[in-house]
């Protein structure tokens, strides 16, 4: 199916355990993005890429690294999970319609909701 | 650094009302202001969208207001229905780089 899609939907890790979410896009899109979702903070930028091979810290990086080795995946792991790593995380891509004045927005997966005890 | 600050953070308004959601963004970088909308335990979805060389922009019920030398926008939801109810984020996108900073988000419930 087309689209962008998140996997897990919901994990449970332990403290200090190595967690990886996976994000996979059908669109060839060359821009994608991991964000945070916590109450009263909205959205935040973790990691970004503009293309395969090329990432970048966002606005709240530290403890989670990323790789994009193709194009349409960008997995995000977590080193050593911790209890302020429990959120919900959100991977987006976007892409244009032949030429920036059509640039469609960012899509979003659903989202995985992870949990660090 | 916030650059994208939206109010109120939350919103209750009875069906048929018009909500009015507010932002205001630092940046004169940005070239595209769009307004996602979210419902539980889904992603945001692109509502509408508006550049700052327009000063109204209407998709059906939803409006975005532009005001350029305020540095400001707003969202107007025209005769609001309990199905409305969501989470909306503003936004503003940077052209160079395409990374769109996010408002915090607005609760909005529309009571039936």
């Known amino acids: 199916d087309a689209g962008i899609t998140q996997s897990p939907r919901y994990k449970i890790t332990e403290t200090g355990r190595q967690v990886t979410l996976m994000c996979h896009q059908t669109?060839?899109?060359?821009?994608m993005f991991w964000y945070r979702q916590d109450l009263g903070h909205g959205l935040r930028l973790i990691y970004y890429?503009?293309?395969?091979?090329?990432?970048d810290k966002g606005e709240v990086p530290d403890g989670y690294v990323v790789s994009r080795s193709k194009t349409e995946n960008f997995p995000l792991t977590l080193e050593s999970a911790t209890r302020s790593q429990t959120s919900v995380y959100f991977c987006?891509?976007?892409?244009?319609?032949?030429?920036?004045?059509?640039?469609?927005?960012?899509?979003f997966g659903s989202g995985t909701r992870l949990t660090v005890v | 650094q916030q650059q994208v600050k939206q109010s109120p953070q939350s919103l209750i308004v009875q069906k048929g009302g018009i909500p009015i959601i507010n932002c205001a963004y630092e940046?004169?970088?940005?070239?595209?202001f769009p307004w996602y909308q979210q419902f539980p335990g889904k992603g945001p979805a692109l509502l509408i969208a508006?550049?700052?060389?327009?000063s109204e922009k209407k998709e059906g019920r939803f409006t975005i207001s532009f005001n350029k030398s305020a540095k400001q926008f707003s969202l107007h939801i025209m005769d609001s229905q309990p199905g409305d109810s969501a989470t909306y984020f503003c936004?503003?996108?940077?052209?160079?780089?395409?990374?769109?900073?996010f408002g915090k988000g607005t609760r909005l419930h529309i009571l039936p």
């Open positions: 940046n004169t970088a940005f070239d595209y």
């Open positions: 987006a891509s976007s892409g244009y319609f032949g030429d920036k004045d059509r640039w469609y927005g960012y899509t």
């Open positions: 890429s503009a293309a395969a091979d090329i990432t």
């Open positions: 669109w060839s899109h060359s821009y």
């Open positions: 936004a503003a996108r940077r052209y160079r780089d395409d990374k769109i900073i």
């Open positions: 508006i550049r700052p060389d327009v």
